[in-house]
């Protein structure tokens, strides 16, 4: 029997947008200030995922090691202001589109991410996408933090959505782990900031475009 679908619930960075080009510019701030060499893109993709915070910790162990506590905030705090601040990237290609479709076919759509709401939210705004969502949660929130199970509970709740109605998009391990915590399928993206091989996070379902999101939707079950 064919299960009818009620939500999707995705991540935000390296599944919806591509914040990487402006986290490392905004990490490279910080580093610059704090004597380090620059990081690169690729490097900084690896590091997404957990916050300014432990964006700006493996920033600094990747280019000589930790800072002390009251040092280490400055920085924190200078690549979180510069980040605040630069101009924010485009969807993926197909995003926009695609979120139209699902929003128009009567799905309830929400955002769990491990970023502060603030800047999430403005993000959303930004690109143009922000009223698809029925609910946002960000990783600064009283639910707690991906990938405990927490936040992404909270958000279907707001939203009124059963769980064994609803799927998981995302790119990380974080994403799988909350999914599973939870207890709802997950859909990897493959073009997003794994730590591991995409092959090697345990999801359900590994596509490469977000235009197969449909077609892995129905491959779970869903109708």
Do not use: Q
Request: hydrophobic share 45%.
């Amino acid at each position: 029997m064919t299960a009818k679908l009620e939500a999707i619930v995705f991540d935000l960075d390296g599944t919806l947008i591509d914040s990487a080009p402006e986290l490392a510019l905004a990490l490279n701030s910080g580093l610059s200030e704090a004597g380090r060499r620059r990081l690169d893109v690729e490097e900084v993709k690896m590091m997404v995922g957990d916050g300014i915070d432990k964006l700006v910790e493996r920033g600094l162990e990747a280019t000589g090691g930790r800072l002390g506590a009251e040092r280490f905030r400055e920085v924190a705090d200078r690549v979180r202001e510069f980040y605040w601040n630069v101009e924010i990237s485009p969807p993926y290609p197909g995003v926009p589109e695609m979120l139209a479709k699902l929003h128009g076919d009567g799905l309830k759509l929400a955002i769990c991410t491990n970023k502060p709401l603030e800047p999430t939210l403005k993000i959303l705004k930004g690109v143009g996408i922000e009223g698809r969502f029925a609910a946002v949660t960000g990783g600064d929130g009283p639910a707690g933090r991906k990938p405990d199970a927490g936040p992404l509970r909270a958000v279907l709740a707001e939203i009124g959505a059963a769980p064994e109605a609803a799927v998981m998009v995302g790119d990380s391990r974080n994403d799988v782990g909350t999914a599973r915590a939870a207890g709802i399928p997950i859909i990897a993206v493959a073009y997003g900031y794994p730590v591991v091989p995409v092959e090697e996070l345990g999801a359900d379902i590994l596509i490469e475009s977000f235009d197969l999101l449909p077609a892995a939707i129905a491959e779970l079950g869903f109708a």
